[in-house]
């Protein structure tokens, strides 16, 4: 008879065979160009994911899933979010039960006075509503050349009226305030270990009064062949073409990657001005769709 058990683990406690399952369980997905094992030791080794500790499932010794979630924002007052980050068990253990024992055991470490939220691949979105998880927003992945992306914003260099620094010439307590302003949830612990991952780059974007008006946050991807694009927040599409420009410079003259790859939110009201941006300007579709859920 087999025998299946859930472990739960400080983030600390995670072993590099661990994250090493996890790596791989994510590069068979297709997810591989997100996930780099020294990210997910610098993500857990601290909030906001040591609030929510991951759960492995184990199957007569072998690793078989994880999950993991983070939380944003104070429950206390009804404004938090805990975002379920990975879920996954790997192929040949589906359908057998397995997952919903992982689950559950993770669902039992939630914060229930914070929402939950999740990014579903299409096809799950129907077993997850079965939860009482509802869409929102699909997050839709464009892979844009870093050459195109120099070519067609050259002229974006000479917006003088936007100054962009690097982050650590700027500091982040401005870039949480505008973080907040937009994302409606204080993000502080994320964005502490979010901009210092490992390979990763992060550019602020003031006006002439030296206001925040945007930020993004570059990253390397596992297969070095992309650098990862995310978040990318700004008040313009002005702004947004000139922190595109900069990271596609600094990935070009780094030799670091050949393109830049992102996620865009398509909602209900909209966000039709970024969708624009990419597929007009560079002439692509999107590719893989993600659906946020809460």
């Known amino acids: 008879m087999a025998n299946f058990v859930v472990q739960r683990k400080a983030p600390q406690e995670l072993s590099p065979e661990d994250v090493e399952a996890v790596k791989k369980w994510c590069l068979a997905e297709g997810w591989g160009p997100y996930v780099r ?3 997910i030791s610098h993500l857990y080794s601290g909030p906001p994911f040591i609030q929510s500790c991951p759960v492995i499932g184990v199957l007569d010794g072998e690793r078989i899933g994880h999950v993991v979630a983070s939380k944003y ?25 397995y997952g919903l024992k992982i689950w559950n055991a993770m669902w039992e470490t939630l914060d229930k006075n914070c929402s939950i939220s999740l990014d579903s691949v299409v096809n799950m979105i129907s077993k997850y509503e079965t939860m009482g998880l509802q869409p929102e927003w699909t997050n839709r992945e464009y892979i844009i050349p870093v050459s195109a992306i120099m070519q067609k914003y050259k002229m974006s260099e000479n917006s003088r009226n936007i100054l962009v620094k690097p982050l650590n010439e700027f500091g982040l307590e401005k870039v949480v305030l505008y973080d907040t302003l937009i994302c409606g949830i204080p993000r502080k612990d994320f964005l502490e270990k979010w901009t210092t991952l490992p390979a990763s ?8 009064s030296g206001n925040v008006v945007g930020y993004i946050v ?18 313009s599409i002005q702004v947004a ?9 600094a990935t070009d003259a780094q030799k670091s990657a050949e393109r830049l790859r992102m996620c865009v939110p398509v909602c209900e009201s ?10 007009s300007d560079f002439g692509i579709k999107g590719g893989v769709e993600f659906v946020r859920m809460y």
């Not at 780059?201 to 002439?208: G, K, M, Y």
């Not at 073409?241 to 410079?249: G, P, S, V």
């Open 37 to 39: 094992p020294d990210d």
């Open 73 to 97: 924002g104070d429950s206390t007052n009804g404004g938090g979010v805990q975002y379920i980050a990975i879920f996954i068990v790997e192929k040949p253990q589906r359908g057998k039960g």
């Open 201 to 208: 780059h992060t550019w602020v974007a003031t006006n002439e």
């Open 218 to 235: 570059m990253r390397q991807g596992v297969d070095k062949e992309d650098m990862i694009v995310g978040p990318l927040l700004s008040d």
């Open 241 to 249: 073409q000139k922190l595109l420009y900069i990271a596609a410079e």
């Open 270 to 279: 909209g966000n039709p001005n970024a969708v624009q941006m990419v597929e």
